[in-house]
């Protein structure tokens, strides 16, 4: 949110000031002045394009964040207080973090080594052909597949009745359910969750395999490189970067994940948006008022650490394409 | 040249290899399904029973919630998608070409969707949307607003791989220095450049909002996916038959898609 204030700031600044004293925004631009109107118009043009995504990003974004957040800083009566903090320190509460916590690691790394070796396969196939389209599309459907269809899924493949369940208790006297019926816990949400992680890995990932260029494999054959040294010293450091931050976009998407937490378990809150939806619902109940808030600033907190790991990350992918 | 291709492109082998193998693994669900919408009765065997029950007239009042839902969700769909190529794509640019400086801070904003989890972005939606409501009405389109944020960090990233891998900043100045107008540029020579970014970021965009619970459901707007909860606490089966019906839609959807995105691409670049 500070964010699109510093950029609408700047906007207004650059406004309020005289077109003369402008700095020029880009150096190209500068040199290629001799036009007169040109470089004083465009860039209050250009900053002018800003805005309405300035705005939008303002409006439903940073408002409802900030929102969002701020009740966790209140009490009942609306005093401002830091007392619903103490909930974060509860044996529950943390419980329910360090389950998330295994539980995004665990899918986000499975997803991710799958979804890049898929990534690699797709690179044999046209990229216009049908094979591709259809991957294309059930990634893209798969990939946010979640919520209740997916638990409807999993539910019918391994449930006490399910296809593979009853499969392998009849042909093969395997029992799934021996030590007790997991689906319903906590790691029943590891199937379920890598039925939309890989194919997410697939849709974020495949644009930077794509993006490897032509020519580095020339350079690698005329220099009497082979396949191996192509990918271990060159197509493997361009895409790492990329692909540790496929891994955390992959473990953001498990650990803010929801819908099929809920279509799956239904008694408890075992991982913490469940703790969140449980607090919004018996909020009275508990006579705590006010603790999804503080559940929501423990979560973003966790998120805010990803995310800035993410962006260190992007900052050396950007190395190498220049 | 066949050697410079080896290297960078997988064996035909081992491609298919891997495809096939997590193909199979990934369709079981699916069958699993299917073969649950089938079963009979308690005592065993399969039928169409279920099926047949969808289509009967008399049920049709049941099941209209859902339709309903489904209807909806298109039209957020193509919202939302409009909201991506209108607002966030020329932004994306436009900082690129213009304003270096603002990159990080245009990825960060793109980011924090990520970081507010729908259910944490919910509650301060609820009073944003009292606001809409007086503003725009309640039609379901108006939920597009908030989708087109739940979208945000996918297409940025689809839209941003591509950009990288293209180099905006030479096209746009060639094209410049050839007497092209800012509009041209941005419509026919960059993004036919970004055609796959785009279209990806759109691709994900309509399965973002056609598998949409959180927010839908918390603000109390009917969708395909709050309408598929109503449903199976009455009728499980016709709730996993209509699951792989809106399945079977939303990729059939995308697969058209993709393939129009295709045979322009064949036909524009022959």
Redesign the interface.
């Given at each position: 949110m500070s964010a699109s204030a510093t950029r609408r700031s700047e906007a207004g600044s650059a406004h309020a000031g005289p077109a003369v004293s402008l700095p020029p925004t880009d150096a190209s631009d500068a040199s290629a002045a001799p036009a007169e109107a040109r470089p004083r118009r465009r860039p209050r043009w250009a900053l002018l394009g800003l805005t309405p995504f300035a705005l939008y990003t303002l409006l439903f974004l940073a408002v409802p964040t900030f929102l969002a957040l701020a009740t966790g800083f209140f009490d009942g009566d609306g005093a401002f207080t830091l007392d619903n903090l103490t909930a974060l320190a509860e044996p529950a509460v943390l419980g329910a973090f360090a389950s998330s916590f295994w539980v995004s690691a665990v899918t986000a790394v499975a997803g991710a080594v799958i979804g890049a070796l898929v990534c690699y396969a797709l690179l044999a196939v046209r990229p216009d052909g049908l094979i591709r389209t259809f991957v294309d599309a059930a990634s893209s459907v798969l990939a946010q597949f979640g919520g209740v269809m997916l638990a409807f899924a999993f539910i019918a493949t391994i449930g006490i009745q399910g296809l593979v369940t009853v499969f392998l208790k009849d042909r093969l006297g395997v029992d799934l359910f021996a030590d007790g019926v997991w689906l319903y816990q906590v790691p029943g949400l590891l199937l379920p969750y890598l039925y939309f992680q890989v194919p997410l890995m697939v849709i974020t990932f495949m644009p930077a395999m794509e993006g490897l260029k032509r020519t580095w494999s020339e350079a690698n054959a005329t220099l009497g490189g082979t396949r191996s040294t192509y990918w271990t010293r060159i197509a493997m450091p361009i895409l790492a970067p990329s692909f540790l931050g496929s891994l955390l976009l992959l473990f953001a998407n498990a650990f803010s994940s929801y819908a099929t937490a809920a279509a799956l378990i239904s008694q408890g809150a075992q991982i913490v948006p469940l703790q969140i939806r449980g607090a919004l619902i018996s909020e009275t109940v508990l006579g705590r008022e006010n603790l999804a808030g503080s559940l929501a600033i423990g979560m973003i907190v966790v998120m805010v650490v990803m995310m800035t790991a993410y962006s260190a990350l992007q900052a050396r992918t950007e190395r190498w394409q220049r | 040249m066949s050697?410079?291709?080896?290297?960078?492109?997988?064996?035909?082998l081992?491609?298919?290899i891997?495809?096939v193998v997590?193909a199979v693994v990934?369709a079981?669900?699916?069958?699993?399904?299917v073969?649950?919408t089938l079963r009979a009765g308690i005592d065993g065997g399969h039928d169409l029973g279920h099926w047949a029950a969808i289509l009967d007239p008399e049920n049709s009042r049941k099941y209209r919630v859902l339709f309903q839902g489904i209807g909806n969700s298109v039209v957020l769909a193509a919202v939302t998608v409009l909201?991506v190529v209108v607002?966030?794509l020329?932004?994306m640019i436009?900082?690129k070409l213009?304003?270096p400086k603002?990159q990080?801070?245009l990825?960060?904003?793109c980011?924090?969707?990520?970081?507010?989890?729908?259910?944490?972005?919910?509650?301060?939606?609820a009073?944003?949307y009292s606001v809409v409501a007086r503003l725009l009405g309640s039609a379901p389109w108006t939920l597009a607003?908030?989708y087109?944020?739940t979208v945000?960090?996918?297409a940025y990233?689809?839209i941003a791989?591509?950009l990288?891998?293209v180099d905006v900043g030479t096209l746009a100045?060639a094209a410049r220095t050839l007497g092209a107008g800012w509009g041209t540029v941005l419509v026919r020579v960059l993004l036919p450049n970004l055609r796959?970014?785009v279209l990806?970021a759109s691709?994900?965009s309509?399965?973002?909002v056609?598998?949409?619970?959180?927010i839908a459901s918390l603000l109390g707007r009917n969708t395909l996916?709050t309408s598929?909860?109503q449903v199976?606490k009455s009728d499980?089966f016709v709730?996993?038959a209509f699951?792989l019906l809106?399945?079977a839609f939303?990729?059939v959807l995308?697969?058209i898609?993709?393939?129009v995105g295709?045979?322009r691409?064949?036909r524009e670049t022959p």
């Open positions: - | 050697a410079v291709r080896d290297s960078a492109t997988p064996s035909k081992a491609s298919r891997i495809l997590v990934f079981v669900p699916i069958l699993s399904m073969e649950f909201i607002l966030l020329p932004t436009l900082v213009r304003f603002l990080r801070v990825e960060f904003v980011i924090i969707p990520i970081t507010v989890p729908a259910i944490v972005l919910v509650v301060g939606l009073p944003v607003f908030a087109g944020i945000l960090p996918y990233r689809a791989a591509n990288q891998s100045e796959r970014g990806t691709v994900i309509v399965a973002v056609l598998g949409e619970y959180t996916q598929l909860v199976s499980p709730a996993v699951a809106a399945l939303a990729f995308l697969f898609i993709g393939r295709s045979i691409r064949i």
